[in-house]
């Protein structure tokens, strides 16, 4: 037996907590959460290098891989508790095909689908878009889970749960799907995280407060050009372009303004009493304006994180536009916490299960 499989057989048979691997981890807002849950991390999957950077910096602890996902071998770690990961959805189409796992063979959901089938977890929890849910009228989704449920596992129906009802100052929307192996799903019962009924705002997530025990930290920050800037000037806070002057309405949306639809991402302004939009990759490009309540600036990269529920001493490494990507894309911290400590209530069922049998 190599000294690596010894290391996770010891693991595995000896950790007091649970054990996990996690795929496409970015910066670590999935991670981080589940690790506040109780769950221990065996290996951890990223392809981006300062993502990747910013988790070893972070957690040097952590057996960070990087690389491409498809070259990674699971077997040895067959047995772990649980296997999770927000797979980038990548269009594809099932129609006339019945191949199953073989059909999706090329994206990335088939890389998370054989990490299951080589890892073999009691759970697995797989997070996406919302969009997902309604992506070929429900079709896609639907084959994923039935891709699921030929590898031997039972599962939930995919769930989309609201950031704020989650301690998250944002009004961010995910899908999640949860999965447990057959021999244990009539034996357990999964409850998803409970809402809180507190809404936390931009204030929240900026001041000193319940979320955190003092004002956000400076840091870098992008800046809008000037021509930007005198527009947003005259944006109120909590408004967005249909607040400005009808003449300057048109100049600044051009054929945009003709169309339909809200556009309420566009020239906006926070306000400091609601929770922030959904953060996104940039907060100054032109459909997804984050402005400051107060001076006329996007975010900055310790605000953007604040809103995504990191830690202040969560560092992020790369240029200024990679960090607010790391961080756009994430997974808020306190929405992976409430669904980490779900998993772990999960676990102990099925550990009772287990201990049970003997």
């Known amino acids: 037996m190599s000294e690596t499989q010894q ?3 010891n693991l595995l048979n000896h950790s007091t907590s649970y054990s996990s691997i996690e795929l496409f981890a970015g910066a670590g807002g999935m991670a981080l959460g589940m690790e506040r849950a109780g769950i221990k991390h065996l290996l951890l999957n990223e392809i981006d290098k300062y993502a ?4 070893r910096k972070n957690r040097p602890e952590w057996n960070v891989i990087h690389d491409d996902v498809a070259k990674i071998d699971f077997t040895p770690y067959r047995g772990i508790d649980i296997l999770t990961g927000g797979f980038p959805c990548q269009a594809f189409s099932y129609a006339g095909k019945k191949r199953g796992l073989e059909d999706t063979r090329g994206t990335l959901f088939y890389e998370f689908a054989r990490a299951l089938k080589e890892s073999k977890p009691k759970v697995f929890l797989a997070e996406n878009v919302k969009g997902l849910k309604s992506h070929d009228r429900g079709r896609t989704l ?7 449920k030929s590898m031997g596992y039972e599962v939930l129906e ?4 609201k950031a704020i009802h989650y301690n998250v100052p944002q009004k961010r929307e995910r899908l999640f799907i949860v999965g447990i192996k057959k021999e244990y799903d009539s034996k357990v019962t999964f409850q998803w995280p409970k809402p809180s ?3 936390y705002t931009l204030r929240d ?4 407060g319940e979320l955190y025990d003092c004002d956000v930290p400076t840091s870098i920050g992008q800046v809008y050009p000037e021509k930007k800037k005198r527009v947003l000037d005259l944006v109120p806070a909590g408004g967005y372009w249909r607040d400005l002057p009808l003449e300057i309405q048109k100049e600044y949306m051009m054929k945009s303004f003709y169309l339909g639809g809200g556009k309420t991402g566009i020239a906006r302004r926070i306000a400091w009493d609601e929770p922030s939009l959904t953060l996104t990759c940039s907060p100054a490009q032109k459909q997804t304006e984050r402005c400051h309540p107060d001076e006329t600036r996007p975010f900055t990269v310790r605000e953007y994180a604040r809103i995504q529920t990191f830690p202040d001493d ?4 790369g240029s200024m536009t990679n960090q607010y990507k790391q961080i756009g894309n994430a997974v808020p911290v306190n929405l992976a916490f409430a669904m980490g400590k779900s998993l772990v ?3 102990d069922k099925i550990k009772k299960v287990e201990n049970e049998k003997l």
């Open 158 to 161: 995919p769930k989309v749960l």
């Open 345 to 347: 209530a999960l676990l």
């Open 7 to 9: 290391l996770i057989n």
């Open 52 to 55: 990747v950077e910013t988790l």
């Open 142 to 148: 639907e084959t994923m889970v039935e891709v699921f």
């Open 205 to 208: 997530a900026l001041c000193k």
């Open 197 to 199: 009924n507190k809404v």
């Open 314 to 317: 969560w560092e992020f490494v």
